[in-house]
């Protein structure tokens, strides 16, 4: 007789029903309430609490704009928004670069570092760049660098001493960061401006620089009293510079003139 062969029986063990099972499958909603309190605790942790919230500004360098100038940019970046919720006034939250930004087009500088002090403060080392000229476009004032850049606007207070760019058509309108001149008639009108100012002559005084419009390259630096220096753009500087001193120093030091022209420097023309 053959033996019947015997039914092996199983039982599915359910854990997460299970006392002896796993807490954490028993109970998913409580697990996920809790999830989600603790990355609310963490978030407010890390932006919440008052400790980082940004209470001082600490500048070093050299720079002449006031400290009231300056504080009403940094209050602005730190009321700007920070992934559409939240202010920029926490030291996590805190955006250096669009700061940075900020600062640049106010003023123009040499060096801008811009960190952060834990809990709460913004530290910038900072040295100002005096723009090269200026130019004057309806009631406001650009600062022009080295690269013929419009890189800032200005006070009056801030560039008492800065020689202002003039057109022979007046430019409407403009936007920072727009190339103005190229930065070789900017090296140009640096280097000649500078001779002039070494030879410490007071009615040699630079009130401004008029720059005729393309392709014209002729340009003249006037001077007190409505005289002036005429200069092409397109001819080598030195020569030209060589050739006012020479005349200015033996022929026209001791005498009023209406103008110098040094466009042919070989032939020194004045009136």
Do not use: C
């Not at 033996?3 to 092996?8: I, Q, Y």
């Not at 190229?182 to 009130?207: G, H, P, Q, R, Y």
């Amino acid at each position: 007789m053959k033996k019947r062969l015997l039914e092996k029986k199983y039982y599915n063990l359910n854990y997460s029903s299970s006392a002896r099972g796993p807490w954490i499958l028993a109970h998913p909603k409580i697990v996920l309430v809790t999830l989600v309190l603790i990355v609310v605790g963490m978030v407010y942790l890390i932006y919440g609490l008052p400790v980082w919230q940004l209470k001082s500004l600490r500048v070093s360098g050299s720079y002449d704009f006031s400290a009231e100038e300056l504080k009403q940019i940094t209050l602005r970046q730190m009321n700007a928004r920070w992934l559409l919720f939240f202010k920029q006034n926490k030291l996590w939250t805190f955006d250096i670069n669009a700061y940075q930004k900020k600062l640049k087009e106010r003023w123009i500088f040499s060096k801008l570092e811009v960190s952060k002090i834990i809990p709460g403060t913004i530290v910038l080392k900072l040295i100002e760049q005096k723009p090269d000229f200026i130019l004057r476009i309806n009631d406001s004032i650009i600062g022009i660098d080295s690269a013929g850049v419009a890189s800032n606007i200005l006070t009056n207070e801030s560039v008492a001493s800065t020689i202002q760019l003039d057109f022979e058509t007046p430019l409407q309108a403009m936007s920072l960061g727009q190339k103005i001149v190229s930065a070789d008639d900017m090296n140009f009108l640096k280097k000649f401006v500078d001779e002039i100012k070494k030879m410490n002559e007071k009615k040699l005084t630079i009130n401004s620089i008029l720059l005729k419009n393309p392709p014209n390259r002729t340009a003249a630096i006037r001077l007190v009293g409505d005289s002036e220096i005429r200069f092409d753009l397109s001819s080598p500087v030195d020569r030209q510079i060589d050739a006012f001193v020479l005349a200015y120093n033996q022929k026209l030091k001791n005498k009023k003139f209406s103008y110098i022209d040094v466009t042919v420097p070989s032939r020194v023309y004045y009136k």
